[in-house]
C-alpha cells in the first residue's frame, strides 16, 4: 500500500498550459481582451473551451490547431462576430516577446 502511495505521488501531473491571442503586430496578448466583443468570457481561457461555447452560442466556428504548422496555436475564425484570431501558447509567447499584462 504503501509503494502505490509512493508510485501516484510521482506520477507527473498535467499542468494545463496558458493561452493568448497574438494581436496585429506579433505581441501577446491575454485573452480576457476578447471579452470587447465577446459577452461572458469568465471560464473561456482556453482555445478549446472558447471553440466549444461559441459552437453552443450558436455561431458557426471554422478553426485550425497547429496553424502554419506550430503545435502551440489555434487559428478561430468566427465571421459572425467579425473574429478572426490565433490563440498561442503562453510558451510560444515568452519565445516571442512578453505578454501585455505579465510580469518576468
Known sequence: MRYSLLLILLLPIAVEADWYLMARH??????????RKVERMQGLDTPERFIAE???????????RGFSGV???????????????????GERCDQLMQPRGRTP
Open 26 to 35: 506579433g505581441e501577446c496578448a491575454p485573452i480576457e481582451i476578447l471579452s
Open 54 to 64: 461559441m459552437e453552443r452560442r450558436g455561431y458557426s466556428v471554422v478553426f485550425e
Open 71 to 89: 503545435a502551440e496555436t489555434y487559428s478561430v475564425n468566427i465571421e459572425a462576430l467579425g473574429l478572426a484570431i490565433l490563440f498561442v501558447q
